[in-house]
């Protein structure tokens, strides 16, 4: 899909169709008021007879409106204006995008930068409507031929000719690409299947990044090097699959040579089973998704790349699968971790930490100024929040702050929880210096807790994703979150430049 920003005359513009905003009680937003002007009171008119209130999502498409050059135009509710938010504008946004796809509309003009809201300026608006246009393109490589996406040039018209308008107006449509970009890539391979979509093919396509990006090095660790880096606990986890492990290792150096990068890692369970400890059998195949934190950090990278950020980050993605064998860890086994501390595997779909801690511990030689971890880690995390925030743990507030914002910045929110030294005693074990589980209080906040032995010597959050991942249901699929607050977070951290 090709979307750019355009000064554009309503009135004499040739294009199937042009989209305006109605706000509730059939108010007209700025363009749909100048359509109104050259139709001689046409879309009011069509108002006042009811087909449209004007309600987020609701849409009205007219033909052959009197006055203008265009096919046709698209009113489409927008709700009340004080009321707007990232959120609902991406609704707005995807409401258009399905009644021009239903009308198999190819080009439109998209006047919908002008709605008058205080939380969104006019950048924030450009930069929505191409993240969620974007995101309305995406189809899953496997079935694309069966329902292929048919709109696919959008202008989005911006009225302000000044230069520094102009400017960040520019800007914000190179973010949402660059968003939009990324989240569709951490869709698509958390969409595939476990037979494809294996640790190999993460790496492979993580290592085709590094060939592409001039700024980007990939480097992918087999599971002798990771022997010999003593990661015990990250290789007890694959131990009882026939597909290999992989630590895939992707560098970007967008800032000065030694500056110190942020550190991203993402769980690539690639699916799990549960392992000895087997999972039931009811919706088991959604394990797949179960490395869509290693998607959402691949797809910030390219993200990243996209805007060429000033700024030095490291993605660590630990990738196995997790499968009941011979070979495979038992409950009861007890493993020594890349940091020497010794871990009581009591159940062994408890996974992901485990491959998480050897790949925390192994971050601590790129010096990180912050790391961030990112992992579909928790059942509990979906019961405690549901489908709307990702979960926050982190040791040090500042970070944890950094990352609400970026989530509140980018409509793609976080929500933090305790990492109180009082639930560490959940993790106690007879036998070694910790067990993987701590029962069923807290689970969330007891798998950050154990994550939390690891990251003693860095400024460490935790983004438990469960939730938030992918959609289960008829709708299923992966959602690419939280490549947007990941992506924010770092623009945030290369100065005032790409705000909005
Ligand atoms: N990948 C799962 C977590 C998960 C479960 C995410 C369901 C989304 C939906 C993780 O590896 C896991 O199995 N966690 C266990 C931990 C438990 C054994 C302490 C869980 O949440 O049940
Ligand atoms: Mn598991
Ligand atoms: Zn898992």
Known sequence: ???????????????????????????????????????????????????ISGAVGDTLMLHDVPGLQAERVLLVGCGKASDLSNLRYREIISSSASALDRAKIKKAVISLADLDSKPLSPAQQIRLATEALLQNSYRFSMMAKDNPAVLDRISLHFADKRAAAVKKAKLALQIGKAIGEGRNTARELGNLPGNICTPTYLAKQASNFGKQYSKLKTTVLNQKDMEKLKMGALLSVSKGSRT??????????????????????????????????????AAMDEMKFDMCGAASVIGTMVSINELKLPINVVAIVPSVENMPDGAASKPGDIVTSMSGQTIEILNTDAEGRLILCDALSYSEKFKPKAVIDVATLTGACVIALGAHPAG???????????????????????????????????????????????????????????????????????????????????QKGASGRPVPLLTQYLMDRCGKHYSL
């Open 1 to 51: 899909m090709e979307i750019s920003v355009k000064n554009i005359n309503l009135e004499t513009v040739k294009t199937p169709c042009i989209v305006a905003g109605i706000y509730d009680k059939r108010k007209l937003s700025g363009s749909a008021k100048q359509l109104d002007m050259h139709s001689a009171g046409y879309i009011s008119k069509m108002l006042k007879r009811g087909d």
């Open 244 to 281: 290999p492990p992989k630590l895939i290792v992707m560098e970007y150096n967008g800032g000065k040579k030694g500056d110190r990068p942020y550190v991203l890692v993402g769980k690539g369970v690639t699916f799990d089973s549960g392992g000895i400890s087997l999972k039931p059998g």
């Open 392 to 474: 926050l743990l982190s040791n040090q507030q500042k970070l944890a702050d950094q990352i609400l914002d970026a989530g509140n910045e980018s409509g793609d929110r976080a929500w933090q929880l305790p990492l109180w030294d009082d639930y560490q005693d959940q993790l106690k074990s007879n036998f070694a210096d910790m067990a993987n589980i701590g029962g069923r209080e807290a689970g969330t906040i007891t798998a950050a807790c154990f994550l939390s032995r690891f990251t003693k010597k860095l400024h460490w959050a935790h983004l438990d994703i469960a939730g938030v991942a992918w959609h289960g249901g008829k």
